[in-house]
């Protein structure tokens, strides 16, 4: 089962597709209003970016998380929190984009240089992260192992929006700039396969409609968490010949598309329909790949790749004036597509249930750090000795800092249905998403300064 079908079985039926949901109290804004309000916000955040060097998407979260308290303390004023937006929405026209923008500005030189740290990071790393992350939070946290394993799976994708604005302020080497951008650009497929498959043996077992029913029984019973251990070491043998068919299936279908579009390109010398058809390109590539069953957020990453080293870079398929076009408008789309995801990030957070949950997101987040060091230094050491890819010491804490967790850990655990299991998972996911994007970016200014000192002041 993959991905895209599991999030069609996953979201309620009534709300399926639509961006606004119904007023709970008569007094929600409607969508005329939304976007004037969505476009102040970001310019007030990018205005308190400049002024205080704070990046305007950390700006943004923190509005967001201060529009969900107004509805957590039940003013009655018109509330972004009746403002539903389908987590489903965000994966297939948020995330993409991000993606898209990200690789097409990867040079292939630098990307070829560190290749093979860079999917190792987000194929095994995130595997593996998965396994030691779901162990950990078992014998540490005490949870129960679908929980446990789900969670790691879910929160194993890292988001490079705050890194790659953090590294736009602070001059690192670009090829370490490439590696974390290429890590998180595929990661996020490896992270939705990996969690797509483990709830797919979930909602296969009884076990699942206990814990909805009945997650206070369950969540200490040794026994349960014993045999689904045991569910979930066979489901990992199962489920890798289908994780690469989805990994490299949706990269074949990317590269596919991408190649036509280049041929494309020969055949028009207009900025316009040039960029339009990237856009085409970049979604077309994420609907047929998940149309087929195969990974879309794959596709997209390899399709940037190719159209940012291929077909932009030769003269007959791309002149200089469409080619500068076609990178504002990315760039612009990117922008705005981060400000959406932290805007999203900070509408979903309960800040009351994550304070009441605070110790065990702590412990959460441990283990979360640790299973992500438990896999950045050992495959990094055996790409600089196997590949001979020289990572330096330096670099492997950054990419170990830089790790922080963002939309799409949130959009996944949103697309669950109702239930036991999902209230468990969203808080933990929550708060660690929360506490990673804070700490690891104070950590990481400061880490990445002392360590480059011509950074920009």
Known sequence: MDLATLLALSTVAANNNVIGGPSQGGNALTFEYIVPIFLIMIFAAALFSSKTKIPHTMILLGFGICISLVGLIGLDIPSFIQFNINPNLVITFIIPPLIFEAMMNVDYKQFKAIRISALLLATVGVILATLIGGLLLIYIVHVPALVAFAFAALISPTDAAIVIEIFQRVKVPRMLSTLMESEAAFNDATGAIAFSSIIALAVGSSSYAVIGNSASSSFLNSSFLNILSNSINLSLVVHFEHFILLFFGGSAVGLGIAAAAHRLHKLMNDPLSETSLTIATAFGSVV??????????????????????????????????????????????????????????GFSMNLIDIAQHLPIIILSLIAVFGARAATVYPLLAASTRLAKEKIPTVWKHIVLIGGMRGAISVALVASLPPSGIKNILQTITFGVVLLSLIIQYVVLVRYARRIFPDAQQ
């Not at 596709?299 to 940037?304: D, F, K, R």
């Open 288 to 345: 047929l790949a998940n149309s087929l069953g195969v990974s879309g957020l794959a596709a997209v990453a390899v399709a940037g790749l190719y159209f940012g080293n291929v077909t932009v870079k030769k003269e007959a398929s791309m002149t200089k004036s469409v080619r500068t076009f076609t990178f504002s408008f990315w760039e612009m789309i990117a922008f705005l597509a981060s400000s959406a995801t932290f805007l999203y990030l």
